[in-house]
């Protein structure tokens, strides 16, 4: 019944940018987090970048922060992945993923914190030098 779609993966070269779009449908709990998975051959799925949808905090990971810019359009249920300044080493297959935060967390980074159950298909970014 949930499901997420991911949507303006491609090919760049090393400096360019894309933006990455995740569209959810049949979600309809009112507190989560949406994130941005990505997965290289040969290695482990990291996580991106992370937005509580229902107060705009985000969270990035370091090899991004600074070049990656989260957001989101709730009215349209769409959370954007601006990637900017593009390297090599950010060709991946990018997913979009959801979870429920519980009303009785209180950490302060709750989308790292929740499990993340609902997934996207992914869309393939490859940046070339």
């Known amino acids: 019944q949930v499901q997420l779609a991911e949507s303006g993966g491609g090919s760049v070269q090393a400096g360019g940018s894309l933006r990455l779009s995740c569209a959810a449908s049949?979600?309809?709990?009112?507190?989560?987090?949406m994130g941005w998975f990505r997965q290289a051959p040969g290695k482990e799925r990291e996580g991106v970048a992370h937005?509580?949808?229902?107060?705009?905090?985000?969270d990035y990971a370091d090899s991004v922060a600074g070049r990656f810019t989260l957001s989101q359009d709730n009215a349209k249920n769409t959370v954007y992945l601006q990637m900017n300044s593009l390297k090599p080493e950010d060709t991946a297959m990018y997913y979009c993923?959801?979870?429920?935060?519980?009303?009785?967390?209180?950490?302060?980074?709750?989308?790292?914190?929740?499990?993340?159950?609902?997934w996207g298909q992914g869309t393939q970014v490859t940046v070339s030098s």
């Open positions: 937005i509580e949808t229902y107060g705009g905090n985000t």
């Open positions: 993923a959801a979870g429920t935060v519980p009303w009785y967390l209180t950490v302060a980074r709750k989308c790292l914190a929740i499990s993340y159950n609902y």
């Open positions: 049949g979600f309809t709990y009112r507190s989560y987090c």
